[in-house]
């Protein structure tokens, strides 16, 4: 067990390690004459969202992926670390913004049950793995050019989550290995106060976001959830900020909280960005009380 925490804190260390070594040639080569890849300001395309696409940490924003403006195409690549008590998630992704219009998204997520996996009988270690395919559309607005209006950016998008222990799952009560989650969203930036709140309300039937499968014994309904964030621009490289995302509770025998989080975001060139972030996830399974540490780093256009 404590051999297993050290090598998680030897992957955070590197993974910040890894962030300044990549960032600082990065900043080097912004130095050059070469042309820019887009006109985009510095993370107003959000970082890569725990599912995948483009927003905050926890929940998806209305902007699209990538610093690609209304004639170009963006793209990032993503790792994220989730270091909690009894529990940790590994996960890769990537997206394709295409004309600051649409969003395309891929992640997958590796959720290792650590000592709680022997407790339950599935074997110490016993790890979830989840494909997520998402899809996102800017319907109207402009977080950034729609400064002199109260109106923000709205998309809608979707996101296809496909599990891998069907048979674990149904034993727990989940009615499928499989669902999509459907959501609406609407992000505005004032410049002028250095402030970007966002608002999110999705249609799910998924368990710890598809983790322990869709619908259960208490509802296999779709319900509406809400998800928000809000972030201070401290500089044009720095952000600092929060959110809240609302979960629903369908199984009888896995208690579900919801989801908050206290974040800093480093963008030092549009080629990367590392977010650190203090995540609370309330009860998973039989363990209560999983908070932790929350580290991505994310490389694009």
């Known amino acids: 067990m404590q051999n297993n925490r050290r090598n998680r804190i030897a992957w955070l260390t590197g993974c910040v390690l890894g962030v300044c070594l990549v960032s600082s040639a990065a900043m080097a080569a912004d130095d050059t004459s070469a042309p820019a890849f887009s006109n985009k300001l510095l993370l107003t395309g959000g ?29 990032n690549a993503f790792v994220t670390h989730i270091n909690l008590p009894d529990y940790h998630v590994n ?15 891929f992640a997958q997520q590796r959720f290792d049950t650590e000592q709680v996996g022997a407790a339950l009988g599935l074997g110490r270690g016993f790890t979830f793995r989840q494909n997520i395919i998402g899809v996102k559309v800017r319907l109207f607005g402009d977080v950034v050019l729609d400064q002199d209006s109260w109106m923000p950016q709205v998309s809608i998008g979707a996101q296809h989550k496909k599990n891998n222990q069907a048979a674990v799952l149904a034993f727990v009560g989940a009615k499928s290995d499989e669902g999509t989650d459907y959501y609406v969203n609407a992000t505005k930036l004032f410049l002028g106060q250095s402030l ?25 309904a779709y319900k509406p959830e809400f998800e928000g964030s809000v972030a201070y621009l401290l500089s044009r490289n720095w952000a600092v900020g929060a959110e809240y995302r609302q979960k629903p509770n369908n199984l009888g025998i896995a208690k579900e909280d919801d989801w908050y989080d206290a974040f800093v975001a480093w963008a030092p060139t549009k080629h990367v960005s590392l977010t650190l972030a203090y995540a609370d996830l309330g009860n998973i399974v039989i363990k209560d009380k999983q908070r932790g540490l929350y580290a991505s780093v994310q490389v694009g256009f």
Not at 48 to 70: H, M
Not at 199 to 214: E, V
């Open 91 to 105: 996960e890769v992704g990537a997206m394709v913004g295409l004309y600051n219009r649409v969003e395309v998204s």
């Open 196 to 220: 970007l709140v966002n608002a999110t309300l999705r249609m799910t039937k998924a368990n710890q976001i598809g983790i322990l499968g869709f619908g259960g014994d208490r509802n296999n």
């Open 47 to 75: 970082v890569s969202q725990v599912e995948g696409s483009a927003g905050g940490g926890l929940t998806p924003w209305a902007v699209i992926g990538g610093y690609g403006t209304g004639d170009e195409i963006g793209a």
